[in-house]
């Protein structure tokens, strides 16, 4: 499964922010009741103005890796019920600020 979404945003003092985000999701076991799914992300905006009184970095992006189990535990026709777990990893990157781990 791939995910790619873009957007604009237009706010009131005038700020305009443009985003893009793409996600990846590969399924790397499948049996009846256990699924393991890899993951990763990918983040990027900026924002226009520089002088709001709110977090607004003029240029942002994140890069993320991970792993999702999900097991079933309970079916009964259409209903059924499940746990999900994941680790995900990743790096944060902020224009002036430079990155850190998340």
Known sequence: RADLALGVMRLDDDNQRRWASLAYQQRMFNAPRH???AV??????????LDSVYFNPTRDREMTLGLR???RLLRDYDRWFFQRIGITAGSY???SYGSDPL
Do not use: I, M, P, V
């Open 93 to 95: 990157f902020q224009e």
């Open 40 to 49: 990763a992300g990918f983040y990027t905006s900026d924002n226009r103005r």
């Open 69 to 71: 189990h999900e097991w």
């Open 35 to 37: 699924k393991l799914d």
